[in-house]
T-cell receptor
Framework: EAGVAQSPRYKIIEKRQSVAFWCNPI?????LYWYQQILGQGPKLLIQ????????DSQLPKDRFSAERLKGVDSTLKIQPAKLEDSAVYLC????????????FGPGTRLTVL | DQQVKQNSPSLSVQEGRISILNCDYT??????FLWYKKYPAEGPTFLIS?????DKNEDGRFTVFLNKSAKHLSLHIVPSQPGDSAVYFC?????????????FGQGTTLQVKP
């Protein structure tokens, strides 16, 4: 079974530039999550989708971050414009359907903002 | 507000000995607790979990203990192996009537010396 795919794996940009990350969840998984992991901290949930609807985006900085999950499959997370403090690993995870189902994580995208 | 805390950033043990990783939480509404393991350049992978109705769960070399009155859980690895060297994250959630959102601790880096 293929795991969660993410691209790119690494990205370096300058502040005020835009960046987008892509995630393809495990086939058949209805729930998709985007996490931000800053160095030395644990992953923090940014947004959770159930199919193509948003379940929780309470910690998403909506003035600069946006995410979509068209057709309830793959998803993109965008930052525009980026700030220095956005430097982090962005992890995508998916789970089958119900709250509490095991979350499977992708390898992440490491973003460096200069 | 750090609801899940791992107060030891790192731990070093000798191969064959016991590793004990600790985690504290503040929210009494959490009813499900998990441990994730993370290798460099990979996403976290699920290791073991425990429901709040139990005080112990065992899976091979890994055992998680939950002390609800102290709001404390621990992961025991016996015997420790060099391949266990990784970052371990504790996470907590409210499965009942919630989205299953995971709140992660900061992580503990375990080094097992041959």
């Amino acid at each position: 079974e293929a795991g969660v795919a993410q691209s790119p794996r690494y990205k370096i940009i300058e502040k005020r530039q835009s960046v987008a990350f892509w995630c393809n969840p495990i086939s058949g998984h209805a729930t998709l999550y985007w996490y931000q992991q800053i160095l030395g901290q644990g992953p923090k949930l940014l947004i959770q989708f159930q199919n193509n609807g948003v379940v929780d985006d309470s910690q998403l900085p909506k003035d600069r971050f946006s995410a979509e999950r068209l057709k309830g499959v793959d998803s993109t997370l965008k930052i525009q414009p980026a700030k220095l403090e956005d430097s982090a690993v962005y992890l995508c995870a998916s789970s089958l359907r119900n709250p509490g189902d095991e979350q499977f994580f992708g390898p992440g995208t490491r973003l460096t903002v200069l | 507000d750090q609801q899940v805390k791992q107060n030891s950033p790192s731990l070093s043990v000798q191969e064959g000995r016991i590793s004990i990783l600790n985690c504290d939480y503040t929210n009494s509404m959490f009813d499900y607790f998990l441990w994730y393991k993370k290798y460099p350049a990979e996403g976290p992978t699920f290791l073991i979990s425990i429901s709040s109705i139990k005080d112990k769960n065992e899976d091979g070399r890994f055992t998680v203990f939950l002390n609800k009155s102290a709001k404390h859980l621990s992961l025991h690895i016996v015997p420790s192996q060099p391949g266990d060297s990784a970052v371990y994250f504790c996470a907590a959630s409210r499965r009942t009537g919630n989205t299953g959102k995971l709140i992660f601790g900061q992580g503990t880096t375990l080094q097992v010396k041959p």
